[in-house]
């Protein structure tokens, strides 16, 4: 019906009601009105049922609807499942391979062997080409291979013949991510994968154990609410208390950016500084969550005084304050200790966190490469590739980045030529470069054209790469193909990138930044920098005009896969951390190893790959892991939340803090080192997936070395003389009575290698002695000389030449005098120019020069003198095991055809060169252990520690080695004696305040009480007050109150510095009362009735009592914070009663140290008058 009939029915009802009402009574209309209503009840009634009637049949249908779609759906599903898992093929399928050269005229029987010829001419398991070179059907292969290939349901496409990859491949990495991808695709293609889920739960690396799992304040996988129950734990339930509304629990939740590596702690001072957060875990100076939120982000703690400096503008200084410094770290310690020890404890926690260190970490295994398939078609026939080079030539063609970390000598230029070769043939990588030192580009040439004599290459050196040929040279790289281009350092580092590069690089990091500030949980005060530093960098750019002089720019040149020979001259990158005065960590990092990380982000970013090549790949501290897996490993890091440097020390290092004089502004300073490392399998297994390593012990066609020849040489009386004054000046550094850039540890340490040496270097009126390393060097040297055809290398890193004393020229005048001829002994420091040095080394190779006398430097890195080398000398201590390791690999190494070889140590009796040899074993043993992924140990010490220390020098010294540990055992009871007064001056401080706290509270309360009666006062004042209604009325109170204000401020600025108080008048009942020794500038009066009261005012006469009305109105606000104060009183008492209750002491300690220092004292006879 429509809405215009039904309105004409309506007015003709109405009408007739109207006409009905004028002949009926009251009566009857009411009877008619209740008849109407009963009837119209009933309409809606039937309304509504039919209404419910309607939307029930929609709903049937609906459902049935649903229930027919679901079905159509699941039908639909189980037929697309079912065609994408047959594996029967159409009968006119066309195997593209039939078509394709590498397949034609191939013919193999076996299907495993055709797997082996698809990894040998393609590089990956291609079911379509087994096919064909075998004839069988898709199905049969795969059968056929079931165990020695999966297919990933990652890269399968729905396609039964994509995505197959063989099983050492797909069973390693994180296989909990692949286990998990696994099952989902399982459930969701009907049991098709339930091979892979069954291999993957095989081979599952086992659980690590909760206690074998280091966990620490700052690891960057505990979630941040973590934290916060952390937090919630040591302060109980103050916070509640104390969160106003801006401070909600979202608010004041931690905060933690993976991206920055940044944690953040809201309102520090939310507990209003009670014990716990100055007592129990801070101290007076630095408060509980100060240190927590420092300790999260790795960050030194220390405490600072302000003291006089006439030398700064200011005229003030920072300085460290020591004893609050100790005791802020004990407190650091505490805390962490206590974290540790708490996160452990809740059932639900302990498991939550096991899973995401097994997700994360403890499920990745590793892959064994096997190359024994390859059989390099275009190699030399002279060459012969050894088992352990073709198993890396494997892992650089089935992955993208690889770390070469091959001892130095055992091939791995034949590796990078060959796996590049081998990349091009099988059409995985069209451009290869390989970027080496200046000094061996022309022997890398050599190599390469030994190797594979039919290869198109292209040599760029220094002087090919001029600025006037640089562009033709970059445009020939670009537009032509070669096999090979073999460029030099420095031409490398004068490629330009583009503009356009460094504007994707920004845009890229702002995206992520973006998401992260989506999410509250966050979002920092760093990563807001962060965003806004972007900001302005891209715009910066994007209105630079690329002022560069080069057509052609790196990103333009195509590189598919970058090489990098002597890698380790590219770790020195910028370094972003938060972790300060860390020993050995650069953030500046330097313009050419910032300039190899971005064009090695070109070459990732294309789809390409790069290999790093290098035989000491940490060789300052473990943490240079970090920078090779910076460079090789980005994304795989990003997933583990570990892409920033102060992520990865929170999951591996562990820091100690140490205290240092600093003479020059009389006072102490912080040396933080990385004392041990954590998770290490964890971190080896990680490191494992990019590095392929070998040692030397394990290679086939070095000579045999049966161990060290030590030359043992027995100390002078002036050595043990020059002894006594090394011990005696150390004394004198750490006292602090001498300049630091006069005399410190390290130049003790460098004088007492010196002494070692040969006395002459350090004191030049000594006479010459044969009691002496040069001397005993010299024999040996002419010794092997007599009876041998063999060349000789002489290490000296201490003396080299100049023209006033030194070994190089001692060395050769005792030589001299032995009888070898001057022209056959040679010091690789003459050589000035790159020929100079291939003449020189040419004439070591043929062995016109048999003794061959230089530095680590000059001498012990990429220099191949190898052929004759019968033995080499190491006259003084390398400084690093990177050092050592250099130079053992110069005679250790293929093509010497020496079968055995000898390698000589020098030691000076009573010197630092015995201890400095085990220090180095040591640590590169550790080193090798960790690389080779062979270390089992879940923790180490780190390997960069060179300078000794004053305990080490004084028991190298004395020549006893209890004086080291007497030392340390001193300065460890000095440290718990202080800790121990201060712990005492604490107690002291709080019993007294434990004391005065009953009567605080009483007289806080009596604050309350009388400013509950004022303001109950105020509010019945201001009901009694008339208000003001005429014009006149309110006309005569403004001029009242203007006349208050005037005299009130009058009143107050007449005020300043008077010393008694006085009351001005009174206000709505209450006293103004003006100050006594009031500040200039700091305008304030007091309101008193029974409580008094302090009001601010400012500094214009019109807020006057404006300031005094709005203290009144909001007398109970005053109230709440009187009763706040007051509650934190109570709790103040709890926890001070909680602190003092504490049996915490360092008395069983200090007892200890004293017993075993008494101890050490009495063996050493100390105390023997």
Request: proline letters at 3%.
């Amino acid at each position: 019906m429509s809405s215009s009939n039904t309105k004409n029915i309506l007015d003709e009802f109405f009408q007739n009601l109207k006409d009905f009402g004028d002949r009926l009574s009251m009566e009857d209309i009411d009877v008619a009105v209740e008849s109407l209503q009963i009837a119209f009840d009933d309409l809606k009634l039937m309304k509504k049922a039919a209404v419910e009637k309607r939307k029930e049949a929609e709903r049937k249908q609906r459902e049935e609807d649903e229930k027919r779609e679901k079905e159509e759906k699941i039908c639909k599903q189980k037929k697309h499942i079912k065609e994408v898992t047959c594996m029967d093929l159409p009968l006119d399928w066309n195997n593209p391979f039939n078509a394709d050269e590498r397949a034609s005229g191939i013919y193999i029987e076996s299907i495993s062997d055709a797997l082996v010829k698809s990894l040998t001419t393609l590089g990956r398991v291609d079911i379509e080409f087994i096919a064909s070179v075998t004839g069988s059907d898709y199905k049969t292969v795969i059968t056929t291979l079931k165990g020695s290939i999966y297919q990933n349901p990652l890269t399968w496409n729905e396609c039964f013949y994509q995505g197959w990859e063989t099983a050492d491949e797909y069973l390693s990495g994180n296989l909990m991510q692949k286990w998990k991808e696994a099952k989902k695709a399982n459930k969701k293609y009907n049991g098709y994968f339930k091979d892979n889920v069954k291999a993957i739960e095989s081979v599952l690396p086992p659980t690590v154990a909760t206690e074998d799992i280091y966990i620490t304040l700052g690891s960057p996988w505990v979630p941040s609410d973590v934290i916060d129950d952390f937090i919630e734990h040591l302060f109980g339930g103050q916070a509640k208390y104390w969160s106003n509304s801006k401070s909600t629990q979202e608010y004041l939740s931690v905060k933690h950016d993976e991206l920055t590596g940044t944690w953040e702690i809201p309102e520090k001072t939310r507990y209003g500084h009670g014990v716990t957060d100055t007592d129990s875990y801070g101290t007076s100076r630095l408060e509980a969550l100060y240190i927590l939120e420092r300790t999260l982000n790795m960050k030194t703690i220390a405490v600072k005084n302000e003291v006089a400096c006439k030398i700064n503008a200011s005229g003030k200084k920072r300085v460290i304050n020591k004893e609050e410094t100790l005791l802020a770290l004990e407190k650091q310690q505490k805390m962490i200790k206590e974290f540790q020890d708490w996160v452990w404890k809740d059932e639900k926690r302990k498991k939550r966190l096991e899973t995401i260190f097994e997700n994360k970490y403890s499920c990745v295994r590793r892959r064994i490469f096997d190359g024994s398939f390859l059989t390099f078609p275009d190699l030399s026939p002279n060459i012969t590739l050894f088992p352990y080079q073709k198993n890396a030539v494997a892992r650089i063609i089935f992955t993208p980045n690889t770390l070469l970390a091959h001892d130095v000598g055992s091939g791995k230029t034949y590796i990078m030529i060959a796996s590049g070769m081998e990349l091009r043939r099988m059409g995985l990588s069209k451009k290869n470069l390989y970027v080496v030192p200046n000094n061996i580009v022309g022997q890398w040439q050599k190599i390469f054209i030994e190797m594979y004599p039919n290869a198109k290459l292209l040599t760029v050196e220094p002087k090919s790469f001029v600025p006037s040929k640089r562009d033709t040279v970059l445009e020939k790289i670009r537009d032509e193909e070669f096999d090979g281009i073999i460029m030099a350092y420095s031409c490398f580092e004068q490629i330009p990138l583009s503009q356009d590069f460094y504007i994707d690089e920004l845009r890229d990091m702002k995206e992520k930044v973006n998401d992260l500030l989506n999410d509250s949980k966050k979002v920092t005060k760093s990563l807001r920098k962060k965003n806004e530093k972007l900001g302005k960098q891209l715009a910066v750019l994007a209105t630079t005009l690329d002022n560069i002089d080069c057509g052609v720019f790196f990103d333009d040149l195509g590189i598919s896969r970058l090489y990098i020979d002597e890698a380790h001259n590219y770790k020195n990158v910028p370094i972003e951390t938060k972790a300060d005065n860390v020993l050995g960590i650069t953030r500046s990092g330097s313009k050419k190893c910032k300039d190899m990380l971005d064009k090695v982000r070109v070459v990732q970013k294309s789809g390409g790959g790069v290999v790093m090549a290098t035989g000491t790949p940490i060789t300052n501290s473990i943490t240079d892991a970090f920078i090779m897996q910076k460079y090789l490993q980005n994304g795989e890091l990003g997933l583990l939340d570990l892409q920033n440097f102060d992520s990865w020390i929170g999951m591996f290092a562990e820091k100690s803090t140490e205290f240092e004089i600093d003479v020059d502004t009389s006072s102490y300073r912080l040396a933080t080192r990385f004392s041990k490392f954590h998770n290490l399998p964890e971190l080896t297994t990680l490191f494992s997936q990019i590095a392929d390593f070998h040692h030397m012990d394990e290679v086939n066609g070095i000579p045999a070395f049966d161990g060290y020849s030590d030359a043992l040489i027995g100390k002078t009386l002036s050595f043990e003389n020059y002894l006594d004054l090394i011990s005696s000046r150390a004394d004198v550094v750490r006292a602090g009575f001498v300049n630091r850039s006069v005399d410190n540890m390290l130049k003790i340490t460098t004088d007492g290698r010196k002494a070692a040496l040969d006395i002459r270097l350090v004191d030049s009126n000594e006479p010459f002695t044969q009691q002496s390393k040069v001397y005993r060097c010299a024999e040996n040297v002419f010794d092997i000389y007599l009876k041998t055809d063999g060349t000789q290398l002489v290490f000296c890193d201490t003396s080299t030449p100049k023209s006033s004393f030194n070994m190089y020229d001692e060395l050769k005048r005792l030589l001299i005098e032995k009888g070898i001829l001057p022209s056959q002994i040679a010091f690789v420091h003459d050589a000035t120019t790159e020929a100079k040095r291939n003449t020189l080394f040419k004439m070591m190779r043929n062995g016109d020069i048999r003794v061959l006398i230089g530095s680590t430097f000059k001498l012990g890195i990429g220099v191949n003198v190898q052929d004759k080398l019968i033995a080499i000398h190491h006259l003084d201590v390398p400084w690093r095991p990177a050092d050592m390791t250099q130079r053992e690999g110069r005679i250790l190494r293929q093509g010497n055809q020496n079968p055995k070889v000898q390698i000589f140590r020098y030691i000076t009796e009573g010197s630092f060169d015995a201890y400095s040899w085990q220090l180095l074993e040591t640590k590169q043993r550790f080193i090798t252990s960790l690389l080779s992924g062979s270390y089992t140990e879940r923790e180490g010490s780190d390997v960069e520690d060179t300078v000794l220390n004053y305990a080490e020098i004084k028991a190298l010294a004395v020549g006893n080695p209890l004086v080291k540990k007497r030392v340390e055992t001193a300065n460890e009871l000095s440290r718990y004696y202080t800790l121990q007064r201060k712990l005492v001056e604490t107690r002291i401080r709080l019993d007294k305040e434990l004391k005065e706290l009953p009567s605080k509270m009483l007289h806080q309360k009596e604050l309350i009480n009388k400013a509950m009666q004022d303001k109950q006062y105020f509010d019945q004042y201001r009901k009694d007050v008339p208000v003001a209604v005429t014009s006149a009325d309110k006309n005569k109170e403004a001029e009242k109150r203007k006349l208050l204000r005037e005299t009130l401020f009058n009143a107050v600025k007449n005020n300043e510095l008077q010393i008694k108080e006085r009351t001005a008048f009174e206000y709505c009942g209450f006293k103004i009362i003006l100050p006594a020794n009031m500040a200039k500038g700091k305008p304030f009066v007091w309101l008193e009735r029974e409580g008094k009261y302090y009001v601010e005012l400012g500094d214009t006469e019109v807020g006057v009592l404006i300031r005094i009305d709005n203290y009144l109105n909001n007398l109970d606000k005053h109230i709440e914070n009187q009763q706040k104060q007051l509650f934190n009183m109570g709790e103040r008492k709890k926890g001070i009663q909680k602190e003092l209750g504490n049996d915490e002491n360092y008395a069983d300690v200090i007892a200890e140290l004293k017993e075993k220092l008494a101890e050490i004292d009495n063996k050493l006879g100390v105390n023997k008058k």
